[in-house]
């Protein structure tokens, strides 16, 4: 199922760091810091490079693409190379354009596809880190730079992955997002050219 598969890869999204390379640092204080930029935007806009790692099969794929995000909860994921394919996460659906071939799913008929998609709204807003209640996040920090190691705690979500790795830069901008599968397998997401309450045309966002 393409859309499930699409999920999978937006949450192994980051840049992956070693772990004994980084210092343990507080839970309180990195939320704070790091939820206070994100919360504050209004509109994000920006350049991704995504590849997806199969170690089993020796298989790793990259796409490109940009995504859009207007406060509170609406999302536009959209590959450009190596097809044109976009997902629109917008008032409880997901409005699919496969080469001008176009659907939608229900999330609400779905209580696996509204956790995803809180999940993913959360990493761009902020808000997964203070969600206590579905996942346990751990802070690390190397110089200036801090990784958010965050673990579902919701069984449904822990089959699909075991962790979703969030690295964010000196200024608190979200760097990289990384879904670790179980074993080798994992799906990352590299971000650049952030631009933050920018206009954005109304019809980015319209199915």
Known sequence: MRIFSFILFFWSLGMFAQQNNFTSVSLKSSASQLTEKMESAKSLCGEFEQTKVIKMLDVETTSYGRIYYQSPDVIKWEYTKPYPYSLLFKNNFIY????????????????????????????????????????????????????????????????????????????????????????????????????????????????
């Open 96 to 207: 699919i354009d496969d080469d001008g071939q176009k659907s939608k799913q229900d999330m609400t008929s779905n209580k696996l596809f509204a956790k995803l998609g809180d999940l993913i709204t959360g990493s761009l807003n902020g808000k997964i880190l203070k969600d206590d209640a579905n996942f346990d996040v751990e802070y690390l920090k190397k110089n200036d730079h801090i990784e958010a190691v965050i673990t579902p705690k919701d069984k449904s979500m822990a089959d699909m992955f075991e962790k979703v790795i969030m690295r964010f830069s000196e200024d608190k901008m979200l760097q990289s997002v990384k879904l670790q599968e179980s074993g080798e397998d994992y799906t990352l997401i590299s971000f650049k050219n952030w631009k933050m309450n920018t206009p954005i045309k109304d019809s980015v966002f319209q199915p």
